[in-house]
């Protein structure tokens, strides 16, 4: 029999996540299987907002109220086996765990450490010694490690117990620590300041692929719902010219790195800021003029066949001019726009 998160994973269709329909598939079904999971994508395409959406599957649990998350019929952590612990409930999100994943961050960081002052008072191999890390804290919820790719050989390592026995082995205790969580990563296969991941650890996770919005119009409303709204008029076709020239950008040859998603909803946000600050109610094609080489020109990256002959700052500049001429933006300012 499927239990209460099962279910809610089968009755989901990750509402918060425009498109992607594919990606929403093989997640429901890594996560019914309760497979570990790493999402593979570049950035600003919603890799961190579908692990967030997870989250609001995880029903309300009563746990008990230590650095474990114990299940009071099944306690995990030495202090629960050895004493009774005072319960609180639970909501999803207390028990979605977030990691940022860095060249800096330590295994220690993860599983925990030995206090030293701890150790002094009450013995280095004692309970009250150890401070649990943030894998612990995930036990009975979802450990979400953002960029995986960007932590050390050590770290994954250091993981690989954890991820193949859900048991961890600290240091000189006797005992192991169960964890029990599923882990969902995200990784960005075109950053190139990140370490490699190894064949072993690979081989513990299913990789889930996403990209770009294929529709412009799953775009734009992924513009309009998360983008900040400052209570301008946005006329429908300069926005859509707004997305459409961003999308342009993911195919242009000239480019190694493209604009994501984030750049379409910066173009949005910052059109509308000009238009407040031109003492006006409705976004023009100058505002957006205005706002491109600051939002788009650090997000792309020019080829060596062309960043010896321009700037990136200089190459939006003329792209924008020629798109916004060609498609006449000037004029799509006077079409009916939305609310603010």
Do not use: W
């Not at 329909?21 to 999402?39: F, G, T, Y």
């Not at 220690?108 to 701890?118: A, V």
């Not at 960029?147 to 993981?159: D, P």
């Not at 946000?269 to 409705?282: D, H, P, V, W, Y």
Request: proline share 5%; glycine share 6%; aromatic share 8%.
């Amino acid at each position: 029999m499927l239990d209460e998160f099962s279910n809610q994973v089968i009755k989901t269709d990750f509402s918060k996540i425009y498109g992607q329909s594919e990606l929403k598939h093989d997640l429901k079904s890594a996560l019914l299987a309760r497979r570990h999971v790493i999402i593979v994508g570049p950035p600003g395409a919603g890799k961190t907002t579908i692990a967030k959406n997870v989250a609001d599957l995880m029903p309300k649990r009563v746990l008990n109220d230590c650095n474990f998350h114990c299940d009071p019929k099944n306690p995990v952590c030495p202090e629960c086996k050895t004493k009774s612990m005072e319960t609180k409930e639970f909501e999803g999100d207390d028990l979605f765990i977030r990691v940022q994943g860095s060249p800096d961050l330590t295994a220690e960081d993860l599983l925990g450490d030995i206090d030293p002052i701890k150790a002094l008072k009450y013995g280095p191999l004692s309970v009250e010694a150890f401070t649990p890390g943030k894998i612990f804290r995930a036990n009975n919820g979802i450990l979400f490690f953002d960029e995986v790719n960007r932590c050390s050989e050590k770290l994954q390592n250091a993981m690989l117990q954890v991820l193949q026995e859900k048991k961890v082995t600290i240091g000189s205790y006797e005992f192991d620590f169960d964890a029990d969580f599923i882990f969902i990563g995200t990784m960005n296969p075109e950053d190139e300041s990140t370490e490699t991941l190894s064949h072993v650890f690979l081989d513990i996770f299913d990789l889930i692929y996403m990209n770009y919005p294929k529709k412009i119009t799953t775009e734009m409303n992924i513009v309009k719902t998360y983008g900040n709204k400052l209570g301008v008029e946005f006329p429908v076709k300069l926005l859509h010219h707004t997305v459409e020239f961003v999308r342009e950008l993911r195919d242009d040859k000239d480019l190694e790195k493209h604009p994501g998603v984030r750049a379409s909803i910066g173009l949005y946000e910052r059109a509308q800021s000009n238009a407040i600050l031109r003492g006006s109610e409705k976004v023009s094609y100058e505002d957006i003029h205005k706002a491109v080489q600051s939002v788009i020109s650090h997000r792309i990256k020019l080829k060596p066949s062309v960043k010896y002959l321009t700037s990136p700052t200089d190459y939006i500049k003329e792209k924008f001019e020629t798109y916004a001429k060609v498609n006449d933006m000037s004029n799509s300012e006077n079409e009916e726009g939305d609310a603010p």
